[in-house]
């Protein structure tokens, strides 16, 4: 079991450009979530999927992000026409959604956009 | 939705002290965890507990889901306890975490 692993760690853009995040849930993991969160604040939900199927979308996810898990392994997080008010860290956790699992969610360790 | 309110929203402690932190929650849960941010932002899980109690070596943790609050335990602490503690709570199995605005635990040797 080697968690959650997200990429890249860092990622400093421009306003106006489009950037894409990958997480990498732990393995056989069914329900992949993707959370941001601001300084000082705690996380808030965006999306989550069960397998490739997108589940639910928070009203924080404007039309500006879009989120794929398409062989329901990784996941892709993309915002287009970034703005400033999109610097955050952004948090990927998966967990084991079956009857008799704990159904506890790990996270990664996330990756800290930051848009000029 | 679901509100989540930590108590107190920071913490300055001496090394060996003990400490409570306090969750509350507006609805009844099907998913309670504890978490601790390190200062490179890793949300580390303490705890899962939609209710009961448990303990793992100097932290415990105590769910009251009936009256709607979870408790923090963390004895004889460290340095290394500093960072952020986070409750966070789902409605339904599998769903998303609501999180609270977090406890700011700090630590002096």
């Known amino acids: 079991d080697t968690g959650v692993s997200q990429n890249p760690r860092h990622k400093i853009t421009k306003r106006g450009q489009n950037v894409t995040f990958r997480c990498d849930p732990i393995s056989e993991h069914n329900r992949l979530y993707w959370y941001r969160q601001t300084l000082g604040q705690g996380p808030e939900f965006l999306t989550y999927?069960?397998?490739?199927?997108?589940?639910?979308k928070s009203r924080l996810l404007s039309d500006r992000f879009s989120a794929e898990r398409p062989k329901g392994s990784f996941s892709t997080l993309e915002i287009q026409r970034t703005e400033q008010g999109d610097s955050a860290m952004y948090l990927c956790?998966?967990?084991?959604?079956?009857?008799?699992?704990?159904?506890?969610?790990?996270f990664g360790p996330g990756t800290r956009l930051t848009v000029l | 939705g679901i509100q989540v309110e930590q108590s107190p929203p920071d913490l300055i402690l001496q090394e060996g002290a003990n400490s409570t932190l306090r969750c509350n929650f507006s609805?009844?849960?099907?998913?309670l965890q504890w978490f601790h941010q390190n200062p490179w932002g890793q949300l580390i899980n303490l705890f899962y507990i939609p209710s009961g109690t448990k303990q793992n070596g100097r932290l415990s943790a105590t769910t009251v889901a009936t009256e709607r609050y979870s408790l923090l335990y963390i004895s004889s602490s460290q340095t290394t306890d500093s960072g952020v503690y986070f409750c966070a709570v789902a409605r339904y199995q599998g769903g998303k975490l609501i999180f609270g605005q977090g406890t700011e635990l700090s630590v002096k040797p």
């Open positions: 956790a998966s967990s084991h959604n079956l009857f008799g699992t704990t159904d506890t969610q790990y």
């Open positions: 999927f069960q397998n490739e199927a997108q589940l639910e």
């Open positions: 609805d009844s849960v099907n998913n």
